[in-house]
């Protein structure tokens, strides 16, 4: 049971390319997302989905696109990558949503994106 | 500026020494309160998660308490070990938002 996958775990760009952060689960959770943390910031919400075929925009969306084709996958895609967009990109996964008191996110074991 | 904000940004103790670490946040509404334990490399992981109503929930040798008149909570860690080192996370719940404080950095020494 691998919980929350995500590949790769470490990536150099150059600005202009594109790439795409890939999130799997095996939990068979209904809500996915991707959140970005960077040094003393919080982390931000950049898209999430309650549902295959359903996504929707958080706090840090733009330069970021993705689909949810599947319960399992959740890739992120950067079309045209930008040194702001360095950081390390979290999926998280809950059974619930992510505000509900009883429900829990479930992280990834993280991806470092340098954007050079 | 934030509205989750946590005190201070890193602390160095003693093994077996215990700790107490704060968080002040300003979101409204406010529906739950929970705290991440992040390890160097890793995604974070819950240890508790606490309701307006709640004013404490333990999990082990951590101890978190909530006011929610003065908007505070904390994170007390008893009898650190050297596992404790890790950056501790305090996330607030605004409505169907959270909002992730910047994290304390703990470093637990021999």
């Known amino acids: 049971n691998a919980g929350v996958t995500q590949t790769p775990k470490f990536q150099v760009l150059k600005t202009g390319q594109s790439m795409t952060l890939q999130c799997a689960q095996d939990m068979n959770h209904e809500y996915m997302s991707w959140y970005r943390q960077d040094p003393g910031m919080g982390l931000r919400l950049i898209h999430y989905?309650?549902?295959?075929?359903?996504?929707d925009q958080g706090e840090v969306p733009n330069g970021y696109n993705v689909s949810r084709s599947t319960t399992e996958d959740f890739p992120l895609r950067l079309l045209s990558a930008a040194p702001s967009q360095t950081s390390v990109y979290f999926c998280?996964?809950?059974?619930?949503?992510?505000?509900?008191?009883?429900?829990?996110?479930?992280f990834g074991e993280g991806s470092r994106l340098t954007v050079l | 500026k934030n509205q989750v904000e946590q005190s201070p940004q890193s602390l160095i103790i003693l093994e077996g020494k215990n700790c107490t670490l704060q968080c002040n946040y300003t979101v409204s509404p406010f529906s739950n309160l929970r705290w991440y334990k992040q390890d160097t490399g890793r995604g974070p992981v819950s240890l508790t998660i606490m309701t307006f109503s709640e004013n404490t929930k333990s999990n082990g040798r951590y101890t978190a308490t909530l006011d929610a008149d003065t908007k505070q909570s904390s994170l007390h860690i008893t009898a650190s070990q050297l596992s404790d080192s890790a950056s501790y996370i305090c996330?607030?719940?605004?409505?169907?938002?959270?909002?992730f404080g910047a994290g304390t950095r703990l470093t637990v020494k021999p």
């Open positions: 989905s309650v549902g295959a075929g359903i996504t």
């Open positions: 996330v607030v719940n605004e409505g169907n938002d959270m909002r």
């Open positions: 998280a996964t809950s059974s619930v949503g992510r505000a509900s008191t009883t429900g829990e996110l479930f």
